[in-house]
C-alpha cells in the first residue's frame, strides 16, 4: 500500500494545500498500480474526514494532534506500506521509525520553506539524509537543503506547488469588502499568527499613511485570521488607520477568487515564504504582486515583469511600489496578464500530479538507503 502521512489536510493554508495535492497524486498512483492508499493527518479532527480537490473528493483519518495514537497508526501500517509520503519534515522521526521497522518500506519527505533555513537538530536531519527522496517547493529551499542541513543534492527534487483546478475561472463577483464603490484596494491573504511575525502585514499598515495622501480613496483589506490579529489592529489604531483596514477574516477558498478580482494590487511583504501559493493565486486572477525580495517568493514574482521585489521591512520603498501601480492603470493590466499567463503555463495541479507521480515512480528500482 501507499501511505500519505500529513501535518494538516483539512484547513486553510499553502502546506494544506500542497499535502492535499500531494495526496490527491498519491491515491492516482496506487490506483494506477491497483494498490490501496490511505491519507492521515496528524492535526486534523479525530476520525474520518474528506477534502476536495477540485471536484474530486479524497478521504483521510485525523488524529486530533495525539502523537502517540498517530505514530502507533503509522507503526501497525509499516509492514504492509511500500512508500510512505510524509507532507513535512516534521514528520521524518516517524518515518524513519516506519522504515527501520519494516525494510521494504521507503519513505519521501517534504520541506517548504524557513523550516530548513536553520541547522536542525539530529533527530530532524537523520530523516532527511535517510529518505529515498526529498521534495523542496522551490530551488531557496532545495539550496537550504543541501548548504544548511548538508543533505546530497542527488536526493533533493523541486517541485514548485500547484494552483487549485478551476483557478483560472471567473469568480462570482460577490466578494464583500465592506468599501465605497469605486475604491482603490490592496489585498492580503495569509494566516495571522503570532508564530509567524514575518509575513509583512505590519509594513503594509505602516506605509498607508503616506499612500493615502496621494490615494484618498484606498483601503487594505486582510483575508486571514489568527492570534496577531490584535496587535495588528492595535497598529493600524495606532497610524491612524484604522478604518482604512479592513480584516475580513478566514474564508472558504471557494471564495477567495473574489478577494482577488476585487482588488486593484496583492502585496505581501513577507520574508518567511519557501514559496507563496497566494502570489499565484492572485496572479492567475490577474493581479500583480509586491512581496519580499526574499525566500522563494523571488522564484514566483519576476521583478518588473509581473510585480515589484521589494527588502523586507523597508517601508519607504514599498509605498513607493505600490503607489507606482495604484497610480498606472496599463501597468497594473500589463503586469497582471503576464502573472495570469505564468501561472497558467507553469502552475496547473494536472502538471504537479504527473510530477510528483513521476519522481515517485523513477525511484523504484533502487535500493533503500538504510
Given at each position: 500500500m501507499i501511505l500519505g502521512v500529513f501535518s494538516e489536510l483539512?484547513?486553510?493554508g499553502g502546506i494544506q494545500q500542497v499535502s492535499r495535492h500531494a495526496g490527491a497524486a498519491l491515491c492516482?498512483?496506487?490506483g494506477r498500480r491497483?494498490?490501496?492508499c490511505e491519507l492521515v493527518g496528524l492535526n486534523d479532527p479525530a476520525g474520518p474526514g474528506r477534502f476536495l480537490v477540485g471536484d474530486q473528493g479524497f478521504p483521510f483519518r485525523g488524529f486530533a494532534r495525539n502523537k502517540a495514537k498517530f505514530v502507533a497508526h503509522l507503526m501497525a501500517r509499516a509492514?504492509?506500506?511500500r512508500l510512505l509520503f510524509a507532507g513535512h519534515i516534521h514528520l521524518g522521526p516517524p518515518a524513519l521509525a516506519a522504515a527501520t521497522l519494516s525494510p521494504r518500506l521507503r519513505f519521501w519527505l517534504v520541506t517548504h520553506g524557513m523550516e530548513v533555513w536553520e541547522p536542525l537538530p539530529l533527530y530532524r536531519v537523520v530523516p532527511l539524509r535517510k529518505a529515498r527522496g526529498i521534495i523542496a517547493v522551490s530551488r531557496?529551499?532545495?539550496?537550504?537543503v543541501e548548504r544548511v542541513q548538508k543533505v546530497a543534492r542527488e536526493k533533493i527534487n523541486v517541485l514548485p506547488p500547484a494552483l487549485e483546478p478551476g483557478a483560472f475561472l471567473a469568480g462570482t463577483g460577490q466578494a464583500r469588502l465592506r468599501v465605497p464603490p469605486g475604491s482603490r484596494v490592496l489585498l492580503t491573504v495569509g494566516r495571522l499568527l503570532a508564530s509567524e511575525p514575518g509575513k509583512g502585514v505590519d509594513t503594509v499598515i505602516r506605509a498607508l499613511p503616506q499612500l493615502l495622501a496621494a490615494f484618498p480613496d484606498?483601503?487594505?483589506?486582510?483575508?486571514g485570521d489568527g492570534d496577531a490579529r490584535p496587535s495588528l489592529e492595535s497598529l493600524a489604531a495606532g497610524c491612524g488607520v484604522a478604518?482604512?483596514?479592513i480584516f475580513a477574516g478566514e474564508k472558504a477558498a471557494g471564495s477567495l477568487r473574489d478577494y482577488y478580482e476585487a482588488a486593484d494590487v496583492f502585496v505581501m511583504p513577507s520574508r518567511q515564504e519557501g514559496f507563496g501559493i497566494v502570489f499565484l493565486e492572485a496572479m492567475a486572477a490577474g493581479k500583480p504582486v509586491v512581496a519580499s525580495a526574499c525566500g522563494g517568493a523571488q522564484e514566483v514574482v519576476r521583478e518588473g515583469e509581473d510585480g515589484f521585489l521589494v527588502e523586507y521591512g523597508d517601508v519607504p520603498a514599498l509605498a513607493e511600489r505600490l503607489a507606482r501601480l495604484l497610480a498606472d492603470d496599463w501597468l497594473r493590466r500589463r503586469m497582471g496578464e503576464a502573472g495570469r499567463q505564468k501561472a497558467e503555463q507553469e502552475h496547473r495541479f494536472g502538471s504537479f500530479r504527473e510530477r510528483l507521480i513521476g519522481l515517485l515512480d523513477a525511484s523504484e528500482g533502487s535500493k533503500p538507503e538504510r
Open positions: 483539512g484547513r486553510f492516482e498512483l496506487a491497483g494498490e490501496d509492514p504492509k506500506t531557496n529551499t532545495a539550496e537550504a484606498l483601503y487594505y483589506v486582510i483575508v478604518g482604512r483596514v
